[in-house]
């Protein structure tokens, strides 16, 4: 008993210099490619301002806020999901029903708080379902979740009969269409609640101990397991908490329209996962940071809505998008083989 | 002799076997939509019942209807429903295609096996279906040129949103629609978005547009997704559409639609018979099966035009799930 004791103790310590280690240069790559996104950002924002200076009135930066608020949400889960070497597909059909079980509940005349947490709950219970079938059993996780998105879906069209929950209340949509006025400014309040989640995503990756296990597991597993730190549940708790993430963005976006379709954020899996890809999560794990899925998350819907600032057809957005994860994964390749020859 | 009588009791036996009722034969329909639960497609599944129970009161036919779909719009999953329905030797079936292509080879299939086939609402054109029921969606384009274009006085800056880039029937909406405004000089269409027949995206689509174009005066919606949204999603639109400066024609003439237009915040929609594409199928159906009637390859239903003239009839006929009136003019 004690033996063992020591044994998770050594480990852990041992467990914890390996991740401050690889911690520190994954901070040399991560803010390198964070300052490309940042950059990529502003050289962006300069040339649709320059041809449409609409681009900058307020109404539009806090269109882009919002749209930005609940995308990202959904990114920072997966983007700890890419950190262990994993990927959520489920996490657009997540939304979806995390939206119905919000309007349902609300419709059956439950408080909104209530309303919000049966929607989150539901999101729980897949990353749970995910997080075992990956971790446990050891299913490839791409099959796993392209399974889950299946299952909710049908699950969310079935629960819906396939129409649309319209008629929620005021102050439930008061969270996806609210300002709130800080002094002059005035800021989305799904902003704010953005903010605070990833404020908390940050503190968990950054200052605790899992945080630092989320790290190792996608960099080498097998010194995780090595020293005794049990990665299959680093795992789950990844997956139950990119879940929950996923249904508070499928809230705050039903929250926002004012209607839960049980089609809604279809295909979104994709644009959330590159969102978080080109914000500098490694679909190869153990890398990745908070600050780099929003600005990501805020380069993809600067690009999209540049399309129509610049009058180009919209059909060529994916296109764009397409191209930007390849030029990401391209540069990332790049710096790795640079950073292995030394 | 002996063996004539036997022949004779032989015959009273089977006589007082079979039922005493004159014979009704049954004819089975399938009703085949996109997908299940949309209430649009709801709406004609009443439409295709409503239509069986009259020809069941009426005819020598005992007439089932099998309304059925896959769960989601998807076109692998439409396949095996239309599969299924041929191994069960349903007589007839009429299918909203998901797919043109997809569609095509289990039509022929169903053809094949003697069941006739007939589209409605999205035609499957290389099939071997004997007709296509819909609405004329270019010529329904082109009605919407003409709404917008008087509602704007013939000038301004106009936008198009549409649905998924390369469906046929908003295609061909909104080539009607460029059609008609290219005979007015004064109209430019600024943008046309696409929604992805989603909620969120057509949302930001329009109020993208909305930004970039503060001049704006109109738009065409070929779908009715945004509108789907509550109030205060759209906030620039809303704003522009309460006080007039934008006005906007959309297709489609669902509820939430009609009070939109109540309120001022649309000019004018555009209806498809939703009710018929169930109960004109199965007439048609019936006629092919039981008298083996030919039609022309495309059976235009006609379309609703909705303004503020006759928003209370439409409204009325939701109400009452009687679409059989006529609407008053728009």
């Known amino acids: ?342 | 002799m002996r063996g004539i009588t036997l022949l004779l009791l032989l015959l009273v036996v089977v006589a007082c076997g079979a039922p005493a009722a004159p014979l009704r034969q049954r004819m089975t329909l399938a009703w085949v939509s996109k997908s299940l639960g949309n209430p649009v497609f709801d709406h004609g599944r009443n439409g295709a019942l409503a239509r069986a129970r009259e020809l069941s009161a009426a005819g020598p036919y005992t007439v089932e209807v099998i309304a059925t779909g896959s769960a989601s719009a998807d076109a692998v999953e439409q396949t095996r429903v239309l599969d299924d329905l041929i191994a069960r030797r349903v007589d007839g079936i009429a299918v909203s295609c998901n797919d043109p292509i997809a569609c095509t080879e289990p039509i022929n299939r169903a053809v094949a096996a003697g069941i006739p086939v007939m589209t409605w609402d999205s035609d499957a054109p290389e099939s071997q279906r004997f007709t296509f029921l819909s609405i004329d969606n270019y010529a329904a384009g082109r009605v919407a040129g003409e709404l917008l274009a008087r509602a704007i006085d013939g000038s301004g800056k106009v936008a198009v949103l549409t649905g998924v880039p390369g469906a046929l029937n908003l295609e061909q909406r909104v080539r009607g629609f460029r059609d008609t405004l290219a005979a007015y000089p004064d109209i430019t269409i600024v943008a046309e978005v696409t929604s992805n027949e989603d909620i969120s995206r057509g949302v930001q689509g329009v109020e993208d547009v909305m930004q970039a174009h503060r001049d704006l005066r109109g738009w065409f919606f070929a779908g009715m997704w945004p509108l789907f949204a509550d109030r205060g999603a759209m906030p620039l639109w809303e704003q522009a559409a309460r006080t007039g400066r934008v006005k906007t024609v959309s297709f489609d003439t669902l509820p939430f639609q009609l009070e939109l237009l109540r309120d001022g915040y649309l000019t004018a929609l555009i209806g498809q018979h939703y009710w018929g594409w169930g109960y004109d199928s199965v007439q048609t159906l019936y006629d092919r099966v039981a008298h083996r009637t030919v039609f022309p390859p495309f059976i235009d239903t006609g379309m609703d035009i909705v303004t503020i003239n006759n928003v209370e009839a439409m409204i009325r006929a939701w109400e009452t799930n009687d679409f059989t009136a006529p609407l008053p003019p728009p």
């Open chain 1, 1 to 342: 008993m004690d033996k063992r004791a020591t044994r998770i103790g050594l480990g852990q310590r041992q467990a914890r210099s390996v991740a401050r280690l690889s911690r520190q240069s994954w901070r040399a790559l991560a803010s390198r490619q964070e300052i490309i996104i940042l950059a990529c950002l502003v050289v962006a924002a300069l040339v649709i301002g320059l041809w449409n200076p609409n681009f900058y009135q307020a109404t539009n930066l806090l269109n882009l806020a919002r749209g930005v608020s609940w995308f990202a949400v959904a990114a920072l889960g997966v983007s700890m999901v890419i950190l262990v070497g994993g990927i959520d597909l489920s996490v657009g059909a997540v939304m979806a029903l995390a939206g119905v079980l919000c309007a349902s509940a609300l419709h059956a005349g439950l408080p909104v708080p209530l309303a919000i947490l049966a929607g989150v709950a539901g999101g729980l219970g897949v990353g749970f379902l995910n997080g075992v079938l990956v971790a446990r059993l050891g299913l490839p996780p791409f099959i796993v979740t392209l399974g889950t998105m299946g299952l909710v879906r049908g699950v969310t069209v079935g629960i819906t009969n396939g129409a649309p929950l319209r008629d929620l209340p005021p102050h439930f949509r008061a969270l996806g269409q609210h300002d709130l006025y800080l002094g002059p400014l005035s800021v989305p309040l799904s902003l704010v609640i953005m903010a605070l989640l990833a404020v908390l995503v940050s503190l968990l990756l950054d200052r605790t101990i899992l945080g630092r296990y989320i790290y190792t597991v996608g960099r080498d597993e097998q010194a995780l397991r090595l020293v005794g730190v049990p990665a299959a549940s680093v795992k789950i708790t990844v997956y139950v908490l990119s879940g929950a993430l996923a249904a508070c963005s499928g809230v705050l976006m039903t929250a926002w329209l004012g209607v839960a379709a049980p089609t809604a954020a279809e295909g979104y899996e994709l644009e959330i996962i590159a969102a978080a890809v080109i914000g500098g999560a490694s679909l190869f794990g153990g890398e990745g940071g908070v600050l780099g899925v929003v600005l990501g998350t805020t380069l993809m819907l600067v690009v999209r809505n540049g399309f129509v600032f610049l009058g180009l057809p919209t059909y060529l957005q994916s296109g764009a998008i397409g191209a930007m994860i390849l030029t990401v994964v391209l540069m990332d390749h790049l710096w790795r083989r640079r950073l292995a020859r030394g």
